[in-house]
């Protein structure tokens, strides 16, 4: 099964930057590596996902390492809202879609 | 668009009882999902398919049953609940792209079995 390893919480100051760190060191060449958030027991939401390359959309960039072994979500300006649980999964694309979940980052954001 | 939904919201059964889940999407997605989720953990997948009239197990598929008559509607039931089956149930969706594939949840379902 597909394993990641994130710590299970972190503080952010409200405006500041959200830096949250996933280690994934058995991923192999094709697989992707995919971010969700869960807010308050409300369904998981997605975020951004990505292979090799850096990629940024309007809610967050993910830095992947040369090495694919680990990777880093960033929340630009992270609001009260972005306080959250935070997955990071990694995946094949020829697969059936399916998202082996771990526990996550509980991202706590404080004014 | 309503995206995915869920019926009921909230559910209270006792052991031994039986109940089906409906799960509804209108954005024409070929896969769709149902996973649990207990509390303190990661969601965990139950059973999916991958098209109308297809099912398949997913990691905890054991006291679940599911169908797939239409595009639209993904069901899931429990023909004997159990207490072990109190959990918070989502249904996903999900939409392939060129590069990876997206899943769209829907608000959950509390079920609580006495």
């Known amino acids: 099964d597909a394993k990641t390893t994130q710590p299970p919480s972190m503080d952010c100051a409200e405006g500041r930057a959200a830096n949250l760190p996933c280690n994934h060191s058995?991923?192999?060449?094709?697989?992707?590596v995919y971010w969700y958030r869960q807010i308050h027991s409300q369904g998981p939401q997605y975020i951004i996902h990505g292979l090799k390359n850096n990629e940024t959309n309007e809610m967050a960039s993910l830095i992947i390492t040369e090495d694919r072994k680990s990777s880093t979500l960033i929340l630009p300006h992270a609001t009260l809202r972005d306080t959250a649980v935070y997955y990071c999964?990694?995946?094949?694309?020829?697969?059936?879609?399916?998202?082996?979940f771990g526990q996550g980052t509980t991202l706590q954001v404080k004014p | 668009n309503a995206g995915v939904t869920q019926t009921p919201k909230f559910r209270v059964l006792k052991t031994g009882q039986s109940m089906t889940l409906l799960c509804a999407q209108d954005?024409?997605?070929?896969?769709m999902y149902w996973y649990r989720q207990d509390p303190g953990m990661g969601l965990r997948l139950i059973h999916y398919?991958?098209?109308?009239?297809?099912?398949a197990k997913g990691e905890v598929p054991d006291g679940y049953n599911v169908s797939r008559l239409k595009k639209q509607n993904f069901l899931l039931g429990l023909e004997s609940a159990a207490p072990s089956q109190t959990s918070v149930y989502f249904c996903?969706?999900?939409?392939?792209?060129?590069?990876?594939?997206?899943?769209?949840f829907g608000p959950g379902t509390r079920l609580t079995v006495l």
């Open positions: 954005m024409n997605h070929e896969y």
């Open positions: 996903a969706t999900n939409a392939w792209t060129s590069g990876g594939d997206t899943q769209y």
């Open positions: 398919s991958v098209g109308e009239g297809t099912t």
């Open positions: 058995t991923i192999s060449g094709n697989e992707y």
């Open positions: 999964i990694f995946k094949g694309s020829s697969n059936t879609g399916k998202l082996i």
